[in-house]
Each structure stands twice: as structure tokens, then as C-alpha cells.
């Protein structure tokens, strides 16, 4: 069975750090297309806004609210996903999950990613 589980959220201060870890597991691809996304709180998950994605290769992809102060990365051996945050900001308030795809790319867009996981909350105070 296919999982994808997130840890490292919590709460932080506006120009603090926090680092997210997906561990994934259950299929047999270790470098597939891979992204983090977060949904604001009262907002459904069609409001899941794209935060940064990862292709096979490793290039990376950031939304422009987050360029500059996030990054994602990976281990391809223990097959787990990062994302380093620095300077919050608390609009960065959300869940954020981490979520994979069948495919060569790695677009921002939600709706292309199928495999998700069941998310972790990230509050930042001002």
C-alpha cells in the first residue's frame, strides 16, 4: 500500500524555521515527481495551494509566495521528501501535505498529483 506520511509541523514565530520530513513508502519508484502543498485554514481542498514540487532529476519548482525562503529536497535511498521553511511569515498558516505522481513532471497543481498524505499543521505567530 502506497503511504506518504508528514512530520516536523508545529507552531513557529514569524521569522522563525521549521523543517517538514515526508517518508514514503509502499511503491516501488524511489525518485517519482514529487511536491508539498498546503490548504489555509476554513479553506476545502480544491483551495490547496501549490507550494514547491521536485521532478526525477531534481529540479525544483516554488510558488512566488515562497521563493527565496523555502526549499524542498530529497533523499532518493530512505526515500523521503524536505522542506526547509525560513523566514515564516503567518500567512504561511496551513496544512501542508506532501504529495507524489505518476509521471515525468512535476507541475504546480494539485489536481495532477494522486498520491497524498494525511498532512501536518504549521501555525506561525506574528
Known amino acids: 500500500q502506497v503511504q506518504l506520511v508528514e512530520s516536523g509541523g508545529g507552531s513557529g514565530q514569524a521569522g522563525g524555521a521549521l523543517r517538514l520530513s515526508c517518508a514514503a513508502s509502499?511503491?516501488?519508484?524511489?525518485?517519482?515527481?514529487m511536491g508539498w502543498f498546503r490548504q489555509a485554514p476554513g479553506k476545502g481542498r480544491e483551495a490547496r495551494e501549490a507550494v514547491a514540487t521536485i521532478t526525477r532529476n531534481g529540479t525544483t519548482t516554488y510558488s512566488d509566495s515562497v521563493k527565496g525562503r523555502f526549499t524542498i529536497s530529497r533523499d532518493s535511498a530512505t526515500r523521503t521528501l524536505y522542506l526547509q521553511m525560513n523566514n515564516l511569515k503567518p500567512e504561511d498558516t496551513a496544512m501542508y501535505y506532501c504529495?507524489?505522481?505518476?509521471?515525468?513532471?512535476?507541475?504546480?497543481?494539485?489536481?495532477?498529483?494522486?498520491?497524498w498524505g494525511q498532512g501536518t499543521q504549521v501555525t506561525v505567530s506574528s
Open positions: 509502499g511503491y516501488a519508484e524511489r525518485s517519482s515527481p
Open positions: 504529495a507524489a505522481r505518476i509521471g515525468d513532471s512535476a507541475p504546480l497543481w494539485h489536481r495532477a498529483y494522486t498520491i
